[in-house]
């Protein structure tokens, strides 16, 4: 875990959010990871005031306004103060302990994804902010998990005691902010080309327990195959009349074109893909809003 320039950006960003870092936790003692030149660009986002060339990233969090710095971790490996293992549910007493939680790239690593995420939300202050900062894409074994935008969309919600506030992508040097699912009317997916990261700023607004029922994903929230009925009972959906129209052609196809001349099938595959390639870019705009090279000139 640590602190790079675009997790440092998102932090201050997150602060012209309205994040108060009073008193904040980090899920890891964050070493700094930066450059000779990104630690002077650092130092010019924090005034000039700022000795950067320091191994671990409490001085920053003390200039966001930090008086009071916990890291949680597992051991007391790089020195935590607090010891928890997030695969285990949370202790009472770090029940909404902090102002600020911030996981810089912990619950990739962590198995019990539910009760880690879990322990996170119920660490956090009513009114105050959980910060994450995740792989999302082209880091396939740098940890269990890579995480998409609407995971968090669907679990970070007023039904679990928090709101998004705030989401970004990072990809090379270019941010973008993902639409909620229900937004776009689609899943909000993409393929990228370089090492992707997501950036998450959810306010706690009510202290509800979080996941007592389970997340679905947007696009099977709304076409489920079974709609329960009020005695327990369920319905067969029907998929609407122009579904089942475009499904009886495509049906059509397969059958009778494809099966007399299968080689037309291969320009349709090509097509799809090219479609499909054109289609989950971080460039198309029915899914994301580009914001540029830096998040703090907006």
Known sequence: MGLDIRTAEFLLHAKKLGADYSNVATLGHQRVMLSLSERHLMSQWLGGKEDCNQEYADFFLKALGATQFNAIDASRYEGAQIIH?????????????FSVLIDGGTLEHVFDIRTALKSCMQMVKVGGHLVICQMANNCMGHGFYQFSPEFFYC??????GYRVKFMALSESDRWYEPLPPQQAGERVQARTTAETLIYVLAERISDVEPFTTSPHQSDYES????????????????????????KKLG???RRHVYGAFPWLSKFEENYSR?????????????RFRPIGKRLLAN
């Not at 293992?85 to 302990?97: F, G, I, K, M, Y």
Request: without cysteine.
């Open 85 to 97: 293992n997030l695969n285990a549910e949370l202790p009472s007493d770090l029940h909404q302990r």
């Open 155 to 160: 679990t970070l919600t007023p039904e679990n």
């Open 274 to 286: 090219y479609r499909l390639y054109r289609h989950d870019r971080l460039s198309n705009a029915r």
């Open 251 to 253: 049906d059509i196809k």
């Open 223 to 246: 076409n489920l195959d079974v709609v329960a009925g009020a005695n327990g009972a369920g319905k067969s959906a029907t998929p609407s009349g122009l579904k089942a129209f475009r």
